[in-house]
């Protein structure tokens, strides 16, 4: 039986006592304890619960013991801590990631004074009872190197002002003068010093990307900002000096020769790099479908320079107006590029299909192929829905388009009836003038034409998946999981306003999303119907283990149709080809890299749209005062932000600015309702606005209700 030796101590220290530290780590020497455990050993009373809770932080304090996720606590190890990734709020506290299946961590506002969002840490539980997920930074372990923002003069210093707001600590430039500073620079910084106590961090200027507002500069600090990889080393620029310009003879043999076929590739008017390329026969049950895909796996060897950049870019992205492309343009878009009247290697998926859409019979093989036409959506769907004449004369590829959209409806009643959810959201597009300057913002619509391509795609991405399963091949699966029931049960009480609803007992399946979303189309409100279905998605991913794509309402679905722009296709490319060939195929850390693949592909989501953002801001700043009208598209405790509508640009009128009375959110309606007017603002509801000011460093528009 242990002795508390220092309890003679503690009864002179208070009027009713509790074990001494040392006992307390006497205790915990040989076994944790949770708390509850350790006051039923200690043979605590009520009294003294609340000065255990104490004692127990205090100690977790002075590193004296760690307390884990599942609140055990121990004697203190500098190896019990654990690692993850700083996520800032612009508010001043922050979150450590751990990772996808854990909760994040929470970092008080003094803690993240000392540590820069997306910095590796090395963290500890607090043990606080009211907060179990406090902890504190026990090491930095990897550091943010360079910053990108704006210069600015205070109090005759410069400071750089971060271009990323999560980075809000002040970062002194000592070997900057501010004579030669006064117009506003945007800069890359190298982190000299980091902060501490009553002490800034500096920097010193390494690039200047250009003045403030000047063409390209936003894109390149998002480049920066959001740590795109965009320059080719030096290893990859010798590997892209042995690629051939051309398609070379030894490099047919083997393949099936489709060269006379009527293939045409059906991409934007801007794009550069073409994946696929389609064709579509009639036959007597049916249709064929020739999917092309470029080859990209001939030429980019598993392992090589190339490869191990393509893995880290994980995908190409796409600003308006220039793209960060996953592989040199030699591959993307030439030599791979299926360019008109070239020949080009491919992996085609040729697919028998019924009358009722059904795939009979499908085969993959490599393949030559030869372009006949490079189309534009809007050209096609001109020629289909407006009578307007083709760029070329070429009968079989009239044939062939007249055939792809026969079978788009086909292949998209069928999927529509099976219950796949298809989101018809519009988009802006920022139209920029001669000088690159922003002409206008406008809204785009999803063509038919798009959807034609689209459906020839998800039907090859399917048999892909199938292929893949069925000879039991490793590789990425693209996943998108079920909605939590959290999420639908909180969109079921903003749908319910509509008459609309959806099952929230967990048995809800794509077939009821796809019924709401049909149901709605009958409302006014419609778009913004849409808006919520989609947040109430998950997140789509790439993992190795097939679960389904719940969206799409798919049981086995992967990416197979892009490999010049996305790495999980190229991965999926070169299984199918080793297949194809009685080869055996295994990529080491698999699960990681489709992690990694997710990650990029949130990333360059979050850059284009961070982008688009300050380019709208840019674009609108001028029409201040101006008056617009909108739909309310978010309900918060703070406001209401509103979409304006054709511009689909969107701002926040803030609680404090809406007039007249005292509004109360109700959380579960998403609506704000005035206190004394009953006034009611409500999801969805149309507006008349005015703008009233535009925040350029935040990317923030305030609006006035009308």
């Known amino acids: 039986m242990l002795e508390d030796d220092n309890f003679a101590q503690e009864v002179k220290k208070y009027k009713n006592p509790i074990p001494s530290r040392q006992f307390i780590l006497k205790v915990l020497k040989n076994k944790p304890l949770k708390k509850k455990q350790l006051i039923k050993h200690l043979k605590l009373n009520e009294t003294q619960y609340k000065a255990l809770s104490f004692r127990l932080s205090a100690m977790v304090r002075d590193k004296e013991l760690n307390c884990n996720r599942e609140g055990f606590f121990r004697i203190y190890k500098n190896n019990s801590s654990m690692v993850g990734k700083v996520i800032a709020n612009p508010k001043g506290f922050g979150f450590v990631e751990l990772n996808a299946k854990t909760k994040d961590l929470r970092l008080s506002k003094q803690q993240m004074q000392f540590v820069f969002h997306g910095e590796k840490v090395s963290v500890r539980l607090l043990g606080h009872k009211d907060s179990p997920l406090d902890a504190e930074v026990v090491k930095v372990i990897e550091r943010i190197k360079t910053l990108v923002g704006k210069i600015v003069v205070k109090n005759d210093k410069c400071y750089l002002l971060v271009d990323d707001k999560r980075i809000f600590q002040q970062i002194l430039l000592p070997q900057e003068k501010v004579k030669n500073n006064k117009k506003s620079k945007i800069v890359i910084v190298e982190m000299m010093t ?43 620029q010798k590997e892209m000096e042995k690629i051939p310009d051309k398609v ?140 307007k004449n083709l760029p070329t004369k070429n009968k079989e590829v009239l044939k062939n388009i007249k055939h792809l959209n026969d079978l788009y409806k086909i292949l998209n009643k069928k999927r529509i009836k099976d219950g796949s959810i298809e989101f018809d959201l519009s988009e802006s597009q920022i139209i920029f003038n001669n000088q690159l300057k922003i002409d206008k913002v406008i809204k785009k619509s999803r063509l038919n034409s798009y959807k034609l391509i689209e459906e020839c795609m998800l039907v090859a991405n399917q048999m892909a998946a199938t292929y893949l399963e069925k000879n039991q091949i490793p590789a990425l699966y693209r ?176 609680i404090k600015d809406i007039a007249n009375d005292y509004f109360i959110f109700n959380e579960k309606t998403f609506q704000l309702i005035g206190k004394r007017t009953n006034k009611t603002y409500s999801l969805a509801q149309k507006i008349k606005v005015q703008l009233s000011a535009v925040n350029l460093e935040q990317r923030k528009i305030d609006l006035l209700i009308k």
């Open 194 to 236: 980091y902060p501490q106590k009553e002490k800034l961090a500096t920097a010193r200027v390494i690039s200047i990307l250009g003045d403030y507002l000047s063409e390209g500069v936003e894109v390149d600090s998002a480049i920066h900002r959001y740590q795109i990889p965009n320059e080719f080393n030096k290893k990859v």
């Open 248 to 387: 070379l003879e030894k490099d047919k043999k083997g393949r099936v020769d489709l060269t006379n076929l009527a293939f045409v590739t059906i991409d934007g008017a801007d794009s550069k790099d073409f994946d696929d390329a389609v064709l579509a026969q009639k036959t007597q049950t049916g249709y064929k479908l020739f999917v092309a895909i470029a080859d990209v796996a001939h030429y980019v060897n598993e392992g090589s320079a190339l490869d191990k950049e393509a893995i880290e870019r994980g995908n190409s992205v796409y600003f308006p107006n220039r793209v960060i492309p996953m592989l040199p343009e030699g591959i993307s878009n030439g030599l791979c590029s299926l360019n008109p009247e070239v020949k080009r290697l491919c992996l085609v998926c040729e697919m028998d299909i019924s009358n009722q859409g059904e795939v009979n019979d499908y085969q993959f093989y490599e393949a030559v192929m030869f372009s006949k036409a490079r189309l534009t959506y809007e050209q096609v769907d001109d020629y289909i829905y407006h009578n």
């Open 479 to 654: 996943v998108h999981p079920k909605p939590k029931v959290e999420k639908v049960i909180s969109s079921n009480e903003f749908l319910k306003t509509f008459g609309l609803t959806l099952p929230t007992n967990n048995n809800y399946s794509t077939q009821d999303f796809q019924k709401v979303f049909e149901d709605s189309k009958k409302l006014p409100n419609h778009h913004i119907i849409q808006v919520v279905l989609l947040r109430t998605m998950q997140q789509a991913i790439y993992t190795d283990k097939n679960e389904g794509h719940f969206g799409l309402g798919f049981e086995k679905y992967a990416h197979f149709t892009s490999p010049i722009r996305r790495y999980p296709d190229l991965i999926i490319h070169r299984a199918i080809k080793q297949t194809l060939k009685n080869k055996s195929f295994k990529v080491k850390n698999l699960s990681s890299i489709g992690e990694h693949c997710s990650m990029t592909e949130r990333r360059a989501d979050e850059a284009s749209r961070d982008v688009m953002q300050f380019l709208k801001c840019v674009y609108i700043k001028d029409k201040v005062g101006d008056v617009f009208s909108g739909s309310i598209t978010s309900v918060t405790a703070f406001g209401l932000f509103i979409e304006l509508d054709e511009l689909l640009i969107e701002g926040l009128a803030h």
